[in-house]
C-alpha cells in the first residue's frame, strides 16, 4: 500500500496534490504512520526483522522465526511487482475513464 501510495502521489496524471512540496512533504509522514503501525516483531525494513529474529533466537533458543526469514526479502519484491501492476494496469486506466466521464 506504501508503494501505491508512492507512485500515486508522485506521478503528474495521477497526483491529488498539485504541489511538490507537499507531496515531498507527505510522503515521510506517510512512511512514519506506515512504520509505527508495523514495529513489532515485523518492521518494513528487512534488517530490523532479521535483528529482532535473531536476538529472540538468541534468548529464547528458538529459531523457528528466523528459519522463515525469506518471506521478508521476497515479500517485499513480489508486493512491489503487483503494486506497479496494479497501478499500471488498473488504476490509471480506471481513473483516466472516470476522468473523461466527468
Do not use: H
Amino acid at each position: 500500500m506504501f508503494c501505491l501510495f508512492i507512485l500515486i502521489v508522485m506521478n503528474e496524471t495521477t497526483s491529488f496534490i498539485k504541489s511538490t512540496y507537499w507531496s515531498y512533504l507527505l510522503i515521510p509522514v506517510a512512511f512514519y504512520i506506515a512504520r509505527e503501525t508495523t514495529y513489532q516483531l515485523d518492521s518494513l525494513n528487512p534488517a530490523t526483522t532479521f535483528a529482532f529474529q535473531l536476538f529472540t533466537g538468541i534468548k529464547s533458543n528458538n529459531w523457528t522465526p528466523l528459519s522463515q526469514y525469506y518471506l521478508y526479502l521476497v515479500g517485499p519484491l513480489i508486493g512491489g511487482l503487483m503494486c506497479a501492476a496494479f497501478f499500471n494496469f488498473f488504476y490509471v486506466p480506471l481513473l483516466m475513464r472516470w476522468k473523461s466521464k466527468k
